[in-house]
């Protein structure tokens, strides 16, 4: 596809967050499994959740553009799954785990996020209200995951892994 005018490079754009959000829906089931504590367990799937409804978002938008989906592939994702399944590869403790499973995670998280306010500026200014208005949504969704993994983080998960206990055994 040739990018000569700021509808190409929309589509262009449409299509990587097409390919990335494909690849998170693999991605989020082994995060979930191998994620120690029980509500980071349940964000993962929450977002699972979310992430298949994020797709479809796309697949509607690209519908009424006239133009499919699929055909291109999201590197700057590959790049960030690989970095999950290598943590989760080496076998950290587990409380250890989980925040390096958030860290991962929010790093998806903000690069979804700078994609997808760059795809509803630009529908904006091409004048495709409705699709600025879905884009607007799976953005303000993202920041949501962003800020409940924060909240994960500073509240339980990272303090179990500075003291090496975690939150599961203390309820048992």
């Known amino acids: 596809m040739e990018l000569e005018t700021l ?36 964000a993962f799937m929450t977002h699972e959740r979310q992430t298949r409804e994020h797709v479809k978002r796309l697949e509607r938008i690209c519908k009424k553009l006239g133009v499919s989906p699929k055909g291109k592939k999201c590197h700057g994702m590959e790049g960030l799954v690989d970095e999950g399944r290598e943590l989760i590869g080496e076998k950290p403790e587990p409380e250890v785990l989980d925040a390096g499973l958030i860290s991962k995670a929010q790093h998806v998280e903000h690069y979804e996020m700078a994609g997808y306010g760059t795809v509803r500026t630009w529908a904006r200014q091409l004048g495709y209200t409705d699709q600025a208005e879905l884009l607007q949504k799976t953005l303000d969704e993202e920041g949501d995951t962003d800020k409940l993994l924060t909240m994960l983080a500073v509240s339980v998960v990272n303090v179990d892994a500075e003291t090496g206990t975690h939150a599961i055994e203390d309820e048992q």
């Open 7 to 42: 509808q190409d490079l929309y589509v262009d754009e449409l299509k990587d967050l097409y390919s990335a959000e494909n690849q998170l829906l693999k991605a989020l089931p082994r995060m979930a499994k191998a994620a120690t504590h029980k509500d980071l367990k349940k």
